[in-house]
């Protein structure tokens, strides 16, 4: 019998063997900019999860019950910090306390973070919007894969090497490009204050109808002010965004019109959420990628109407 069975056992131990060889990291991030550079710099190794998908806003988020579940689970949770997920943060406080969990922005250098408009000692946390303060999340994120999982250390050194080389080839494209936009026409209306790194990075005057956080409701009164804005100026095209009603954004229109002043929608932009799953404008390359080429054609610009690499979608 034994010569029959040894066989067997040694498929079983190899079987074994290969599951845990193939066992992945389960890692949890809040938003997708967080979750595709994880699954960028941990490849194979990782399998990742986002809570916020596409279209929504992470500054209202609450945690559901089976978000709850997944990161009591996860061997690694990864969210913004910086106040972005206000709402969250007292979970994360007690979370910290059972579980691998980690704020990607909050070791940011302090001399680079833009002051909170609402919140005495906050910051503005839309680093993303900016390609070389997006290294530093960046960073943060290989760390905390390598803490949760030294055994594939090299791997997550090779691939963050490889991402912050791809972020270094977006930011040189993207300070080209935007370059191209003649300077009054580098006014960036949108609905609310999301790109203001992106305005200090690449000199735009950056006008949003709310705050910092979307919390903030815009009253008739900042509305009015910004068509003074837009008819004294001669702005003819303003920006609504994927994880924001237009609604704001169309009064603008509506009442720049009321004074005979034409103001166009100059693009669909991505503020806190990327595109669709599954699409480049649904990872972070993508994303950014997208932003710069809609802003800089739309403003009168040079860029190429498929971006950095033709892949962006057509009729964008």
Do not use: K
Request: charged share 20%; proline share 3%; hydrophobic share 45%.
């Amino acid at each position: 019998m034994l010569p029959r069975l040894a066989p067997i056992l040694v498929a079983l131990i190899l079987a074994v063997n290969a599951t845990t060889a193939q066992a992945q990291l389960a890692v949890v991030a809040t938003t997708g900019m967080i979750a595709d550079t994880a699954q960028e710099i941990g490849g194979d190794h990782v399998e990742v999860r986002a809570l916020m998908g596409p279209g929504v806003d992470p500054h209202a988020y609450r945690q559901t019950r089976s978000d709850i579940v997944a990161m009591t689970r996860a061997d690694l949770v990864l969210w913004h910090g910086l106040f972005l997920e206000a709402q969250m943060e007292d979970f994360f406080a007690d979370l910290s306390r059972s579980r691998n969990v980690v704020a990607v922005a909050e070791t940011t250098p302090r001399e680079v973070l833009l002051a909170h408009d609402d919140y005495q000692d906050r910051f503005d946390p839309h680093i993303w919007m900016v390609p070389d303060l997006w290294r530093h999340a960046a960073a943060e994120i290989r760390d905390a894969l390598i803490s949760a999982d030294p055994a594939n250390a090299d791997a997550y050194r090779t691939n963050a090497e490889t991402f912050l080389a791809e972020l270094e080839t977006l930011s040189d494209y993207a300070t080209q490009s935007l370059s191209t936009v003649a300077e009054a026409q580098r006014v960036l209306v949108t609905a609310h204050d999301a790109f203001n790194y992106f305005g200090q990075a690449y000199g735009f005057e950056v006008l949003g109808i709310q705050g910092i956080s979307t919390d903030s409701e815009a009253g008739l009164s900042r509305i009015a002010a910004l068509v003074d804005v837009l008819v004294a100026r001669d702005i003819a095209a303003v920006f609504v965004e994927t994880s924001v009603s237009d609604r704001n954004i169309r009064a603008l229109i509506e009442g720049a019109a009321a004074r005979g002043h034409a103001v166009e929608i100059g693009g669909e932009l991505y503020s806190d959420a990327m595109g669709d799953t599954g699409t480049y404008e649904g990872t972070y390359l993508g994303m950014i990628d997208h932003n710069v080429t809609v802003i800089t054609r739309a403003l009168g610009g040079a860029a190429p109407e498929r971006g950095m690499a033709g892949e962006l979608s057509a009729g964008m």
